[in-house]
């Protein structure tokens, strides 16, 4: 089993993030109340054959920052995954910094809904919708 990481230390203690976390380059600058907020830093290794960043790095960034946002909400000892995730692509995305924002959009006794929104230079990118098991 692997090792299971309490998102809200991160935020709130700064622990050690995932190791997805990391690999992405975001940073999560705010988690509470079943909303988070972060910055992802795009790197050149995100980049695909047509100049952009590939759409499933998007859809990870959203997916990660959705996972901070149900952690603020949650009890002790509970845990929670995803079930789906639709991720829909506005405009192209480029090396450098991404606002990523996420929160509960309604949270009932075994599934959360969340929606999350990326920006970038003012604009926004792409918008993602997840429920997640709530266990």
């Known amino acids: 089993m692997s ?3 309490r998102l809200m230390d991160v935020v709130t203690k700064g622990s050690v993030p995932p190791p997805c976390d990391e ?3 975001l940073t999560v ?3 509470k109340d079943g909303t988070a907020r972060g910055v992802w830093k795009v790197n050149g290794e995100m980049i ?3 100049g952009v960043v ?3 790095f998007i859809a990870s960034a959203a997916d990660s920052m959705m996972a901070y946002a149900i952690a603020s909400c949650v009890q002790e000892g509970q845990h929670f995954a995803s ?3 639709h991720t ?6 480029f090396i450098g910094e991404i606002e990523v924002e996420a929160h509960v959009e309604r949270m009932g006794k075994s599934i959360g809904y969340l929606v999350a929104t990326l920006v970038q230079e003012g604009k926004e990118i792409a918008a993602a ?4 098991v709530i266990r």
């Open 3 to 5: 090792k299971q990481y």
């Open 23 to 25: 690999t992405l380059g």
């Open 29 to 31: 600058t705010y988690a």
């Open 129 to 132: 919708t997840s429920s997640v």
């Open 88 to 93: 829909t692509f506005h405009r192209p995305a």
């Open 48 to 50: 695909n054959g047509n």
């Open 54 to 56: 590939m759409g499933g």
């Open 83 to 85: 079930i789906n995730l």
